[in-house]
């Protein structure tokens, strides 16, 4: 079954760096799209980076333009989120989601998240 865990949130100080990733399993990683939300206390899940099946291409919100990359190593089904200059608005819990192909729809899965804590 396909199998999502996330690893490498924390606390860390405004200004500093963490860097997050997801482990999959289950489905033939290398032929998906990989994608990070993230949900704030009190928001709506939102959309932070996604990256193409092969990694050639990615896309950030703007709020976190040139401050996070999203990559991955298909050799190790692995996602990653290097979050640099973080922000306390920042604070979240963290997600890895795929969508995968079943028949006509897809099929949408989560890992169960990472909590990211930027406080000083």
């Known amino acids: 079954q396909v199998r999502l865990v996330e690893s490498g949130g924390g606390l860390v100080q405004p200004g500093g760096s963490l860097r997050l990733s997801c482990a999959a399993s289950?489905?033939?990683?290398?032929?998906?799209?990989m994608s990070w939300y993230r949900q704030a206390p009190g928001k709506e899940r939102e959309l932070v980076a996604i990256?193409?099946?092969?990694?050639?291409?990615?896309n950030y919100v703007d709020s976190v333009k040139g401050r996070f990359t999203i990559s991955r190593n298909n050799d190790k089904n692995t996602v990653y989120l290097q979050m640099n200059s973080l922000k306390p608005e920042d604070t979240a819990v963290y997600y890895c989601?795929?969508?995968?192909?079943?028949?006509?729809?897809?099929?949408?899965?989560w890992g169960q998240g990472t909590q990211v804590t930027v406080s000083s």
């Open positions: 989601k795929v969508a995968i192909i079943l028949g006509t729809t897809f099929e949408h899965y």
């Open positions: 289950g489905f033939t990683f290398s032929t998906y799209a």
């Open positions: 990256i193409s099946h092969g990694g050639s291409s990615t």
